[in-house]
């Protein structure tokens, strides 16, 4: 799933804690859910914010690693990068 969130990055966090909870759904079946989350911010100073197509690209592949880096570093988590 991709989601592209607009606003100040300073409140991603929130909004990761705030989704984490409603993904899983409510966590109530005998199976254990979990949610990794990978997100990447473009910072409004970043050089790729010039870049078009190739940094979204780029924005994708990282949130990607980072969901993957979540999954390693025992699941159930969030990570964030800024770009």
Do not use: N
Request: proline residues 7%; hydrophobic residues 40%; positive net charge.
């Amino acid at each position: 799933m991709l989601a592209v969130l607009t606003g100040p990055s300073g409140h991603l966090d929130g909004r990761i804690r705030g989704l984490r909870p409603a993904l899983a759904g409510g966590s109530t079946s005998p199976i254990p859910v979990t949610v990794s989350i990978g997100a990447a911010v473009l910072a409004a100073d970043s050089p790729l914010t010039e870049m078009g197509q190739p940094a979204l690209e780029r924005l994708i592949r990282t949130a990607d690693s980072m969901m993957y880096r979540a999954k390693t570093a025992g699941g159930d988590r969030s990570l964030s990068t800024t770009l």
